[in-house]
């Protein structure tokens, strides 16, 4: 990879990792703010699964569903077609109007950091 491209890989890094640190804060004690949580747990996926396609030099789509990015990142890695995402695409854009909204429990938020951090 060039210099170009380095620096591009690493702002993407750079944006997951405030997803990231989101998530690590929100359940630090007693988590209160679940779909918070959530919301960050499928940014920070799609996020690294757009991280892959790129770095294997494919093109990325400007999508938020991350049953699609598991299908185009297996594309090159047969690994992912093992990867359950539950229902982690719901809480990307979605559930974030009032109409759609869906308040996970504790248990679900915590669930889908783990799924996240896999």
Known sequence: MN?????????WINKANEDLLTINRLTEGEVIAVSSVCF???QLVEKYLKLFLIYNRQEIERTHEI???????SRVDKDFEAIDPKNLSDFGVSVRYP???YLPSVDEALEYKELALK
């Open 40 to 42: 960050h747990c499928q």
């Open 3 to 11: 210099e170009k491209e380095n620096k591009y890989l690493k702002q």
């Open 67 to 73: 049953e699609f990015l598991l299908h185009e990142c």
């Open 99 to 101: 109409d759609d909204f």
